[in-house]
């Protein structure tokens, strides 16, 4: 049974900080290209971020980067999201999620349950 399970949500300040981590079972970890994605109250799921099976590729939405970090363990089986210069409208339920295909357009085959992160201003 495959499980990805992301902590390291919570509540912070605008330009703060935050690391997520997801951490992931029951698949062969480096076979996956990883991803994190959010979905905004009213709004719908969107790409953040991807890190190829190495983590040698990485792929950003606009909106963040030069901000966010997207990197992996496959030692420990975890991704991570580092997120600074948080700003009110990267609050959303973060979600990271497995793909087997190398293709970015393909569709993720594994979704965690999601980590709330909530910036004030």
């Known amino acids: 049974q495959v499980q990805l399970v992301e902590s390291g949500g919570g509540l912070v300040q605008a330009g703060g900080s935050l690391r997520l981590s997801c951490v992931a079972s029951?698949?062969?970890?480096?076979?996956?290209?990883m991803g994190w994605f959010r979905q905004a109250p009213g709004k719908e799921r969107e790409f953040v971020a991807s890190i190829s099976w190495s983590g040698g590729i990485t792929y950003y939405a606009d909106f963040v980067k030069g901000r966010f970090t997207i990197s992996r363990d496959n030692a420990k089986n975890t991704v991570y999201l580092q997120m600074n210069s948080l700003k009110p409208e990267d609050t959303a339920v973060y979600y990271c999620?497995?793909?087997?295909?190398?293709?970015?357009?393909?569709?993720?085959?594994?979704w965690g349950q999601g980590t709330q992160v909530t910036v004030s201003s």
């Open positions: 029951g698949l062969t970890f480096s076979s996956y290209f």
């Open positions: 999620a497995a793909r087997r295909s190398p293709r970015p357009k393909d569709d993720y085959d594994y």
